[in-house]
């Protein structure tokens, strides 16, 4: 690959790796044809940043206080102005990032609570259509419930995922004693990391971090954790229980991915982001007589719903509408010139999607107030007047067909069937219980269970290391569940499908011909990686044993966007290890300085306290340790060692 970076022991692609190398036909496709058209997207714009700064890359750069930005660890530089060292700096760098992450999922839980309250309270025009969700949830959180109406007992639990998303008292997070088992209590106790909220922790993180602020980078890395477990219990948790509450829980279904799609004689509706709220009502519109109508004037002979990130992920799952890409390909799919509009809530909406689109007169609505495009039309999200925001955006959406430049049109003809809606409940009944899935594992068929999440990078040739890596473990026998934009690429890579258990290992294969199920689980969004979790949870129930010593990975191969860290170290917390692909969120190893040392690239490659904090230190705090590895098919031998040693220490063949 075209660009070397030996201070981290890795390379990065240019354009031409990437179309060599991806397994996702699609995307070669458009890229050759935006670049004909010489139409810029995010890959040009990574090219024009090579080389790298590379100490932003190690993340020793520091730009915390105005007296930065400070380059830390060079050959003349070892401390920032202030006197903070390697450690303090990329550890501070760390939690801010985590924080911001924590903050993000923060937001979109609390956008789904609160419409959540607001329904159980009468005021919207929602239902809630997860009743058992919240009899469970209650008897979670030990609520009395007889003679309450359903709307009284969801008013309770949504108060309670309320309160652990804000709460300044120091009392500990009510989701979290309700669902973690008591060996991770008293082992978070012990560490002192018990969180009292999500916003509680962002706050103490970016107090701690300030100038001037907590200078002993130990005390950084047990906020880290202490924020990690916030982000696990309230924002990924809030968010994943109230979507359910609202909208009820997924069950498996069939479906096709990828944007061949996109259909030319359709209205295209692409819809982006994270909060499911607004599409849901806009779903609900397109199917009105009005918006039916107006398409047809418009000479459409239907519409068409596609998914992008998680919002799309959120639809999928539920409804088996189709997605069609991850971040990196959102300025792809609008350059097929098929997109009449994007709907666009929360996060991961690129600023660079508004040039693309105004290339093809594809409308984009903004409909978070937390997100703006400039010249982009925004109808911001509001509970209490879901249906007539969404029913204005349906009109805008179907309008925008009537003025597409048809001949302009390029959709690749690249699609695959995938199975998607694979929530706990769907999981544990295919399998016929957690009492069943467990033998499975301790027999063998099933030898493992890895979660693959996380977003795209260009710094890797697009989607191949989710692929490389889901393809090697799924010959070894090991189950996959999978979220957020690593579900993209393993959904349309087809191994999301029941027919790819063909390409699994003997005992996974006969297991999933078995279920007509394929070998990796498409769970549903970034948040719904509760569901992975929940799964280890009555796992490890059911065996009686503790999280640390199950046969689980957690893997995060393209880390981009900084929710992703919260990820990983939330699996850290549980005692489940974690796989990070490039060089990213935690650190490898920084380059030690040597005397003679004249320039970065003269550095050995060495340790450094933080690295091995997460790659040897966490083990015997948490039970749980951090593999980097940039090279997927290492990945894959990493992981597999993993869960062949966690199968050893069990006594399991
Ligand atoms: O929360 S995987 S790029 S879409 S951040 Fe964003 Fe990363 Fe994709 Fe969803 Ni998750």
Known sequence: MKF???????????????????????????????????????????????????????????????????????????????????????????????????????????????????????KTRYRILGEASVQKLAGRFGLETGGKSIQEVTREVTGILLEDLARVENVEMKTLLAFAPKERIDTWRKLEIMPRSAMFEVFEALHKTTLGGD?????????????????????????????????????????????????????????????????EKVLEKIESPEIQELARKQGAKGIQMAGMCCTGLELLARYGIPSAGSILGQELIVGTGAVDAVIADMQCVLPGLKQVADCFGTEIITTSSSNRIPGATHLPFDPLQGDEIALEIARIAVNAYGHRDRSRINIPAV?????????????????????????????????????????????????????????????????????????????????CAPEAAELAGDGLKEVCLEKGIPPVLAVGACVDNTRSIRLFLELAEESGLALPQLPFCFSGPEPGNEKTLGQAVTFLTLGISTHQGFPGPIPVPIPVPTADAKHLDDYQRGGNEVADFFAEKLLGLLGARVYSEPYPELAAKTIQMHIHRQRLGLGWK
């Open 4 to 122: 070397f970076y030996p201070i981290l022991n890795t390379e990065m692609p240019d354009k031409d790796d990437i179309k060599r190398l991806t397994p996702n036909q699609a995307t070669k496709q458009m890229l050759e044809r935006l670049e004909a058209d010489g139409i810029e997207t995010s890959f040009d714009r990574y090219l024009a940043q090579q080389p790298q700064c590379p100490f932003g890359m190690r993340g020793t750069c520091c730009q915390r206080c105005l007296w930065g930005p400070c380059r830390v660890g060079g050959p003349k530089q070892l401390k920032g102005i202030c006197g903070a060292d390697m450690n303090l700096v990329v550890m501070g760098n760390l939690l801010r990032g985590l924080a911001a992450g924590c903050a993000a999922h923060g937001q979109h839980a609390r956008e789904v609570i609160e419409t959540a309250i607001l329904t159980a309270e009468g």
């Open 215 to 279: 200078s002993d980078w130990q005390d950084l890395a047990r906020h880290e954790l202490r924020t990690a477990l916030a982000y696990c219990w309230s924002t990924l948790f809030g968010s994943s229980l109230a979507t359910e509450i609202l909208f009820g829980v997924p069950k498996p279904q069939l479906t096709e991915v990828n944007y061949g799609i996109l259909k030319e004689d359709h209205v295209n509706i692409l819809v982006h982001g994270h909060s499911p709220m607004m599409v």
């Open 415 to 495: 699609k695959s069937r995938a199975m998607a809606g694979f929530s706990l409940e769907a999981i544990l009944d295919k399998f016929g219980g957690r009492a069943a899935l467990l033998e499975l594992l301790k027999s063998g068929k099933i030898r493992g269970i890895v979660t693959i999440v996380g977003c795209n990078t260009t710094k890797v040739p697009y989607e191949s290391s989710h692929v490389t890596i889901a393809r090697r473990l799924i010959e070894h026998d090991i189950l996959i569940t999978t979220t957020g934009c690593s579900s993209y690429a393993l959904l349309n890579a087809g191994l």
